[in-house]
């Protein structure tokens, strides 16, 4: 669990939008500049609901940035901060999860400023629609998906519902599910194996 802020750190609010996505698909997240990329990465997966199944990128101007142990032509994701590379507000960098799928998500930086006293962050302010479930088949394949399951005439209904699940509405987005997740992501989110 993160620590209350102090009056002294600095706060990223960050508009988080998957790519390619109509009607758009994204999340409103604050988070302390001193985090790292890899902090970064598990705010994001847990944002979307995603289940940290496959590789991941940041990619900040010409450089690339992520698990320097599974892949040595990325720089150390963990290595740098928020603050140290990202020192303005209104710039933007990428979030690319699933180089199968192909997520690319663009991350704005929409503020920056001092914590609030006694908030724990990260923390969720707002979004739209649920995150697509993972392997659905990335930007092109999961609006296929969404046609399918709703029509309940397609050859391919039943086998797309249940593997969806009764649960997953595309619509809905839990703001309070998100950082009561967000709160207990460490536990949450899993590391690919080695």
Not at 34 to 61: C, K, P, Y
Not at 143 to 148: G, Q, R, S, V, Y
Not at 178 to 185: F, K, S
Request: proline content about 6%; glycine content about 6%.
């Amino acid at each position: 669990m993160e620590a209350m802020a102090s009056k002294s750190d600095t706060i990223y609010q960050l508009k988080i939008t998957l790519d390619k996505i109509k009607p758009s698909i994204w999340r409103r997240v604050q988070i302390k500049g001193s985090s790292n990329l890899a902090d970064m990465h598990r705010v994001i997966q847990t944002v979307f609901g995603w289940e940290n199944s496959h590789m991941h990128q940041f990619i900040v101007g010409k450089v690339n940035y992520g698990d320097a142990s599974f892949d040595d032509e990325v720089e150390d994701e963990s290595a740098v901060t928020l603050t140290q590379l990202i020192p303005e507000e209104q710039s933007k960098f990428r979030y690319e999860y699933d180089f199968g799928d192909d997520w690319m998500h663009t991350i704005v930086v929409e503020n920056i400023a001092p914590a609030e006293p006694g908030v724990q962050y990260p923390r969720c302010l707002s979004g739209k629609r649920s995150g697509p479930p993972e392997d659905s088949g990335g930007p092109f394949g999961y609006p296929h998906l969404l046609e399918i399951t709703s029509n309940p005439e397609h050859e391919n209904y039943a086998e797309m519902s249940e593997w969806l699940g009764e649960e997953f509405d595309p619509e809905k987005f839990d703001l309070a599910a998100v950082n009561a997740a967000l709160q207990g992501r460490k536990s949450r989110v899993q590391r690919l194996p080695k």
